[in-house]
């Protein structure tokens, strides 16, 4: 009995060191301008994605594109947190995996689905550049661009009071609501997960 429990936390401790080698040399290749870099990069975010690290980065990520100095950074604001788009009744569908009852099987929403009163007005979580506007089933979309990749789009408004090409900040009324709000945040490598920003 104990020479079995030395073995597991002989194991254990075999599996930690790798673990921990492992980590190290992916440290290192990250730092460096080395080609591994090019390999390991997209493994690591495609992990973070699946495990919900960029719920924690978010933030940090909008601090660092404003301390960016660059033609491309948001506009020059002292707010540094995203805010939510519009007061909300609930939420219809959060971000994420689900089982969809309809087709029987895991679907993924890219996307928070919210419910709001009718003629709802709706900000911009932060700050940048009305980039787009478009039609679809939900009604008309905006897309605002915050600069570093960091993009956001408002789906299902009845109305639009923006234009397209206008800088807004967050107090910029960007139009009014159908019965619900269609939201996404997409970062370079797709969409990020807003679910914190609803919670209650």
């Known amino acids: 009995?104990?020479?079995?429990?030395?073995?597991?936390?002989?194991?254990?401790?075999?599996?930690?060191?790798?673990?921990?080698?492992?980590?190290?040399?992916?440290?290192?290749?990250?730092?460096?301008?080395?080609?591994?870099?090019?390999?390991?990069?997209?493994?690591?975010?495609?992990?973070?994605?699946?495990?919900?690290?960029?719920?924690?980065?978010?933030?940090?990520?909008?601090?660092?594109?404003?301390?960016?100095?660059?033609?491309?950074?948001?506009?020059?604001?002292?707010?540094?947190?995203?805010?939510?788009?519009?007061?909300?009744?609930?939420?219809?569908?959060?971000?994420?995996?689900?089982?969809?009852?309809d087709s029987r099987q895991q679907e993924f929403f890219p996307a928070v689905l919210i419910n709001v009163t009718e003629d709802t007005a709706i900000k911009a979580v932060y700050a940048g550049q009305l980039k787009d506007i478009s039609d679809d089933e939900r009604g008309k979309t905006v897309l605002i661009e915050h600069g570093g990749g960091l993009c956001s789009s408002y789906g299902g408004l009845k109305e639009v009071r923006a234009r397209k090409g206008q800088k807004v900040t967050q107090d910029t009324l960007i139009g009014f609501s159908s019965q619900q709000l269609f939201f996404q945040i997409t970062g370079e490598d797709g969409p990020l997960n807003p679910n914190k920003l609803f919670e209650r």
């Open 1 to 101: 009995m104990v020479k079995e429990g030395c073995l597991v936390l002989g194991s254990f401790r075999i599996r930690m060191l790798v673990v921990i080698l492992i980590a190290a040399l992916v440290g290192l290749s990250m730092q460096s301008g080395h080609s591994s870099r090019k390999m390991v990069e997209p493994v690591i975010k495609y992990i973070m994605k699946d495990y919900g690290v960029q719920d924690n980065l978010l933030t940090n990520y909008l601090y660092r594109i404003k301390d960016e100095p660059s033609a491309e950074t948001v506009p020059a604001s002292g707010e540094t947190m995203l805010q939510l788009p519009c007061e909300f009744i609930d939420i219809e569908q959060s971000y994420g995996w689900y089982y969809n009852q």
